[in-house]
């Protein structure tokens, strides 16, 4: 794409120390051969290779982290984003601050404090960040008696590619549970970004197209670019395009209109948090889309891991709905396109209620009918 | 709003040309006290005033028309749009035109066919640019041999005036009939621009909700931003505001929710045309709405005057949908919002079939419940 002055999008801090970033960037890319939100390369001196979202969709650029001050300014800028995604970076960034120091002792241990106080202030709302360092802690104080530094250091890698590895394969799961659902499905509609760069890989909702891809199910998947913020069309119609998915944008206000030409015959969402009746909160537009399938007779699923549950809501009811900025709506595209001073609602969310939702599939299975007597079944699962 | 590199909308020729184009504007704004998309300033020497459009919502602009060619490129460049406005302007810019030759008889009847002939090469496709000019021809061939050419000057004027008056009277019209409809609602929705701009004044959806207001109801009223081309945000949102109707701006995946939280009590869109049995095609997004609407009990209107109907069309399957360029979602707002060589779905129009519209609101009167008889009837009560 041609640079414009409207392309406001920061760039990286190794764009700008790189002459040649877009080949260093494909490079990249041809080597993994994979579309990776992060990669950890070496060893314990090693560094974490992660994609800087803030580029796409016009820039696949990968950021190379070899220091914790870099791992901190991509979470704190979006470099990454997602729950888990946040997570996994946060871990590998405790192994990468750790790095400054030599195998002394005391040394190490203040530094390990003084990394994740650091990483904890990148995004302080985000829970799976603070999740992550407790865990890192955890495994350190579980082995710093009996071991060497040196193989504290080893054991401090390993588990962040357990906390990588455990999402990966929650992913796969999903993505298993799911495929088998959308038997005889040619086309498939999707909202908002719940897809492999929030996630180790894969993602929920699009993981579910990635593995019926993967078993040779050719899936056309419509993508709602998603107002105000576009995740659809920034990240869910770039991650499809990258693995060959046939996938065709849409506005928002399509959707209707694409159920009823029959081009789709399920609708995949993800979601940000479910009551225990199964009451599902998603990005703004998700209960529109399950109210227009349930008009359609298309089945309405949602993707989402079991750590999505919050049982303590009896019912979406008790789901507070987040009101964001009006700017997003009024200035969204570096451009103001709505009148100085006019009155706004901007919902980040809303609630689909469970008797909308034809099943929800996560890593432990399928709760299908949703009810809160399934919900308890697959979430005692394990 | 401070300018910003991402404000490319085009200036007018008229601003191009004026030291102090804000202060111009207010002053006419003051001096009119109404947001009249027209009017025309003197007698047969006088001029056209209009509403440049492109600049709207950030600027509010008022273009002088003192030759053809400046009513010939508001036509081409959009200045002024929608069909009965288009009309109108071409009506006045046929007198305009005139106004370069003196009263000899053959140089005068010469120029008509000129001024006519270019007019109509400004927007070739708008069935109303046509109409109007052809009507101002049969008006002059009326009186041509009877006439004076300064009083065939006059009657052209008066004639360009009745259609721009008749205009405005069905736009009132539609209101008054409209706003006995919505008596006890205190929230209304709608969607893309079906107002004043479009027309003489008033416009269709939107004079319901002026009429309400001139009868002392305040409505509050949700404005669908309407992607991709944002007609609701740019120029709904500002017409509300302009005449001091209490007016929020949404995404268009907002509306089920705005409906789920009983914030309105009644949806209103206009048509873009209407098939015999009531089966009305309009923005994309309308479709979406009714079946919403539909689904939370809430009545689905839409106002249109009688020649938006075509009872050549027995149902809305004979209604092509356009499909438009995938640049209007891709690259909306002056920049990339999706990635290089997505696939894209672009319907310009949708159908609301008729067993959605709980009625529709012409000049006429109500057709309800919209059925062909009903539409036959008021259709034929002129």
């Given at each position: 794409?041609a640079?414009?002055?409207?392309?406001?999008?920061?760039?990286?801090?190794?764009?700008?120390?790189?002459?040649?970033?877009?080949?260093?960037?494909?490079?990249?890319?041809?080597m993994?051969?994979?579309?990776?939100?992060?990669?950890?390369?070496?060893?314990?001196?090693?560094?974490?290779?992660?994609?800087?979202?803030?580029?796409?969709?016009?820039?696949?650029?990968?950021?190379?982290?070899?220091?914790?001050?870099?791992?901190?300014?991509?979470?704190?800028?979006?470099?990454v984003?997602?729950?888990?995604?946040?997570?996994?970076?946060?871990?590998?960034?405790?192994?990468?601050?750790?790095?400054?120091?030599?195998?002394?002792?005391?040394?190490?241990?203040?530094?390990?404090?003084?990394?994740?106080?650091?990483?904890?202030?990148?995004?302080?709302?985000?829970?799976n960040?603070?999740?992550?360092l407790?865990?890192?802690?955890?495994?350190?104080?579980?082995?710093?008696?009996?071991?060497?530094?040196?193989?504290?250091?080893?054991?401090?890698?390993?588990?962040?590619?357990?906390?990588?590895?455990?999402d990966?394969?929650?992913c796969?799961?999903?993505?298993?549970?799911?495929?088998?659902?959308?038997?005889?499905?040619?086309?498939?509609?999707?909202?908002?970004?719940?897809?492999?760069?929030?996630?180790?890989?894969?993602?929920?909702?699009l993981?579910?197209?990635?593995?019926?891809?993967?078993?040779?199910?050719?899936?056309?998947v419509?993508?709602?670019?998603t107002?105000?913020?576009?995740?659809?069309?920034r990240?869910?119609?770039?991650?499809?395009?990258?693995?060959?998915?046939?996938?065709?944008?849409?506005?928002?206000?399509?959707?209707?209109?694409?159920?009823?030409?029959?081009?789709?015959?399920?609708?995949?969402?993800?979601?940000?948090?479910?009551?225990a009746?199964?009451?599902?909160?998603?990005?703004?537009?998700?209960?529109?889309?399950?109210?227009?399938?349930?008009?359609?007779?298309?089945?309405?699923?949602?993707?989402?891991p079991?750590?999505?549950?919050?049982?303590t809501?009896?019912?979406?009811?008790?789901?507070p709905?987040?009101?964001?900025?009006?700017t997003?709506?009024?200035?969204?595209?570096?451009?103001?396109?709505?009148?100085?001073?006019?009155?706004?609602?901007?919902?980040?969310?809303?609630?689909?209620?469970?008797?909308?939702?034809?099943?929800?599939?996560?890593?432990?299975?399928?709760?299908?009918?949703?009810?809160?007597?399934?919900?308890?079944?697959?979430?005692?699962?394990?």
């Amino acid at each position: 794409m041609a640079s414009t002055p409207c392309d406001v999008a920061p760039k990286s801090k190794a764009s700008l120390e790189d002459d040649q970033p877009h080949l260093a960037n494909s490079l990249t890319t041809n080597m993994t051969n994979k579309v990776e939100t992060m990669i950890w390369q070496g060893g314990t001196e090693g560094h974490l290779d992660m994609i800087d979202q803030t580029l796409l969709p016009n820039e696949m650029f990968r950021i190379e982290c070899r220091d914790v001050e870099t791992v901190w300014e991509a979470i704190k800028m979006l470099r990454v984003r997602g729950a888990p995604a946040i997570g996994i970076a946060a871990a590998y960034g405790v192994v990468v601050g750790l790095q400054t120091v030599n195998d002394e002792t005391e040394a190490f241990f203040a530094r390990f404090d003084e990394v994740t106080a650091y990483l904890a202030t990148s995004r302080p709302t985000a829970v799976n960040l603070f999740w992550a360092l407790d865990r890192m802690r955890r495994k350190m104080d579980s082995v710093r008696e009996d071991l060497s530094v040196a193989e504290i250091r080893e054991k401090l890698l390993v588990e962040a590619k357990l906390i990588h590895e455990e999402d990966r394969k929650m992913c796969h799961s999903i993505g298993a549970h799911g495929a088998d659902l959308l038997k005889g499905v040619k086309g498939v509609l999707t909202h908002c970004n719940a897809g492999g760069l929030a996630t180790a890989e894969y993602g929920t909702a699009l993981s579910v197209f990635f593995t019926a891809q993967d078993q040779g199910h050719d899936l056309h998947v419509y993508v709602d670019e998603t107002r105000p913020l576009l995740q659809g069309a920034r990240l869910t119609a770039w991650e499809l395009m990258q693995r060959g998915i046939n996938a065709t944008l849409i506005c928002d206000s399509m959707a209707a209109q694409v159920m009823r030409e029959g081009r789709v015959q399920a609708v995949v969402t993800g979601a940000d948090r479910i009551a225990a009746n199964g009451d599902s909160a998603n990005k703004i537009g998700t209960y529109s889309l399950a109210v227009l399938a349930r008009a359609h007779g298309i089945p309405f699923f949602i993707a989402a891991p079991s750590s999505t549950f919050d049982v303590t809501l009896s019912s979406g009811d008790e789901i507070p709905i987040e009101e964001r900025s009006s700017t997003e709506i009024t200035h969204g595209f570096g451009r103001q396109t709505a009148p100085t001073g006019v009155q706004v609602y901007n919902p980040a969310f809303d609630v689909t209620p469970a008797e909308l939702i034809e099943a929800i599939i996560t890593e432990n299975g399928v709760i299908q009918p949703v009810n809160e007597e399934n919900i308890q079944r697959v979430l005692n699962y394990v």
